[in-house]
């Protein structure tokens, strides 16, 4: 158990639609990571916060937008849909500092109909 | 262009034998995060390493920062360590993310 929480486990809408994944880091951990994982592409970065405010951004479409609350939860938005947008989402955290492990949750894996 | 590769691409070995993965990449580093992701999906942090060896139980990983490359050594492998095995490299100037190389697909067989 890596002590990284995501929901819901599964997810499965239509094209166009609008979804929220949540994620809950470690106890501790202030900085919170998004990645993408689809057949063809592999795990790809999102989007990085540390401590509430966004750190990084990498590979994340418009349509898509990332926060990271008070509670150091964070919740990422997917907006309008593709099929394309169907993927392994995965959040993970990691205590402040370079150079430190990044734990990830088991993900949250998105099916577009 | 920043690049991580892997190798082999798949693997397939009996139990009990001693397995070596490859990673290499292109450009400096600041970290390298070996992963592991299970045939359900879930990912699992096995090493992170910015220089020398380090070992947890049968896993061994390794870094050569003049040649750009790190080894994943597992030793007397068990079905149980068949997964994906994924290397991950912070480059010196992409802040603190990781760029994720293919993952090598291992099989211990019994």
């Known amino acids: 158990d890596s002590g990284v929480t995501q929901t819901p486990k599964h997810l499965i809408t239509a094209t166009g639609q609008r979804v929220t994944l949540r994620c809950s880091p470690r106890s501790g951990d202030l900085s919170v990571y998004w990645y993408q994982q689809s057949l063809d592409q592999g795990l790809q970065f999102l989007i990085q916060?540390?401590?509430?405010?966004?750190?990084a951004k990498g590979n994340i479409l418009e349509r898509f937008s990332a926060q990271q609350f008070p509670d150091l939860h964070s919740e990422l938005n997917l907006s309008s849909l593709e099929l394309g947008d169907s993927a392994l989402y995965f959040c993970a955290s990691s205590e402040a500092g370079r150079n430190q492990p990044q734990h990830f949750g088991d993900g949250t894996r998105l099916s577009i109909l | 262009k920043n690049e991580v590769e892997q190798s082999p691409q798949n693997l397939t070995a009996q139990e009990g034998e001693f397995i070596t993965i490859n990673c290499s990449y292109s450009?400096?580093?600041?970290?390298l995060h070996w992963l592991q992701q299970h045939p359900g999906g879930g990912i699992v942090s096995l090493f992170m390493l910015s220089s020398g060896k380090k070992k947890h139980g049968r896993l061994i990983a390794t870094i050569n920062i003049q040649e750009k490359h790190s080894s994943l050594h597992i030793t007397a492998s068990h079905p149980r360590d068949s997964a994906v095995y994924i290397c991950?490299?912070?480059?010196?100037?992409?802040?603190?993310?990781?760029?994720f190389g293919p993952g090598t697909r291992l099989s211990v067989l019994p």
């Open positions: 450009v400096g580093i600041s970290a």
């Open positions: 991950a490299v912070r480059w010196d100037n992409y802040g603190q993310n990781f760029v």
């Open positions: 916060y540390y401590n509430g405010e966004e750190r």
